[in-house]
């Protein structure tokens, strides 16, 4: 047989398998065969160097129009077969509309993250700014700037979690409100700021105590600020919180930044002062630590404390939301049980 007669055939042969290809496995298999480098087309042509030089042209064109046919075969039966396919996958992954959907659970603010919000906003509106500050402090902010040396004893009442000698968690929000003490302009107008944030304690966790929890600190400093600037200013922060018929009270204290310093009772939201379980019968209920800005401390951040005071206060929004809320464990607000985190869905949604 010569090699025109061989391509020939080849073709028949070829153009018959492809045709009968019933996958698209087959069929490139067939391509392989006919079309690949070992195949039989190339080696066909590998005789080209018997042949008479004036029949070259010739087989190599019938080469060409050959292999060109069996190319246009399998990419019409390629097309057909994946063709085919699909309209087999579309049918097997039909989607039933009708089946019941899958419900979306929407998320909420956590409670704490609301109390905190409700208070920010609070004060935003009365023309505070926000401060944040490190978690890691300096001893020296968190208490040599806040009236407490090193061997003072009231370091005491704030068990701490040391990192180094100097380096600390901080124990309150206090030493955000030093780091801004000591850049204030007092030429551009009075010192108004809250710190809310992490604060850490080595307390056990109980019912009341966690090692960590949140904090929110105020500071006003201006000239001629008095007590009853404070009183003022907290007295419309407990009738916002808690109802406008709140009352508050201001009993004697101890702090070491603040003299004189002042323990602040808001009148029993639940039975509105005569006594019940959750003011333990007193009729008020603690919420918060506060007084005058101490000279020492205004002095230690470069402040004129004969020309200007201040005052400062500091809550836990965890008290505040557990008295809101009648929540009786802390521990709640850190455990992320979404039963417990759905019940306060009220703002922010
Ligand atoms: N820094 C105090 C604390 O964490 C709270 C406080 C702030 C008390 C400001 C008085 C004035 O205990």
Not at 98 to 114: A, C, D, E, R
Not at 305 to 312: D, L, M, N, R, V
Request: with cysteine; aromatic share 8%; net charge negative.
């Amino acid at each position: 047989m010569n090699l025109q007669e061989k391509l020939v055939q080849l073709r028949e042969e070829a153009l018959v398998k492809v045709q009968a290809s019933a996958t698209l496995q087959e069929l490139n298999e067939h391509r392989v065969a006919y079309l690949g480098k070992k195949g039989p087309i190339t080696e066909a042509l590998r005789g080209m160097k018997d042949v008479a030089p004036e029949e070259r042209p010739v087989i190599g064109s019938l080469a060409n129009e050959v292999r060109d046919e069996i190319q246009a075969a399998i990419q019409t039966l390629q097309e057909s077969l994946e063709a085919k396919a699909l309209e087999e996958a579309l049918q097997q992954e039909t989607i039933d509309v009708t089946l019941p959907g899958k419900k979306v659970s929407l998320g909420t603010k956590h409670v704490l993250t609301q109390i905190m919000e409700e208070i920010e906003d609070l004060f935003l509106g009365m023309g505070y700014q926000v401060v944040d500050g490190p978690e890691v402090e300096l001893d020296y902010y968190n208490f040599e700037k806040m009236n407490l040396p090193k061997d003072h004893p009231a370091r005491d009442m704030q068990d701490t979690f040391y990192i180094t000698d100097e380096v600390l968690l901080r124990t309150h929000t206090s030493p955000v409100q030093a780091r801004t003490m000591e850049k204030h302009d007092f030429t551009k107008g009075p010192l108004k700021m809250i710190s809310p944030g992490k604060v850490y304690r080595r307390d056990n966790d109980d019912a009341t105590h966690s090692h960590q929890f949140t904090q929110i600190e105020g500071l006003v400093i201006a000239e001629n600020i008095t007590l009853a600037d404070l009183k003022g200013t907290l007295d419309v922060f407990a009738k916002k919180l808690f109802g406008a018929e709140r009352e508050i009270r201001l009993r004697p204290s101890y702090f070491p930044f603040t003299e004189p310093s002042v323990e602040v009772d808001v009148s029993c939201f639940k039975c509105g002062g005569e006594g019940c379980n959750v003011c333990k019968g007193s009729g008020w209920i603690e919420i918060l630590g506060s007084g005058l800005v101490h000279p020492n401390v205004l002095e230690m951040s470069g402040i004129d404390s004969t020309k200007y005071s201040g005052f400062a206060f500091g809550m836990g929004p965890e008290r505040v939301a557990m008295l809101k809320y009648g929540i009786d464990d802390i521990r709640h607000f850190y455990q992320n049980d979404v039963r417990f985190l759905g019940q306060f869905t009220g703002k922010g949604q």
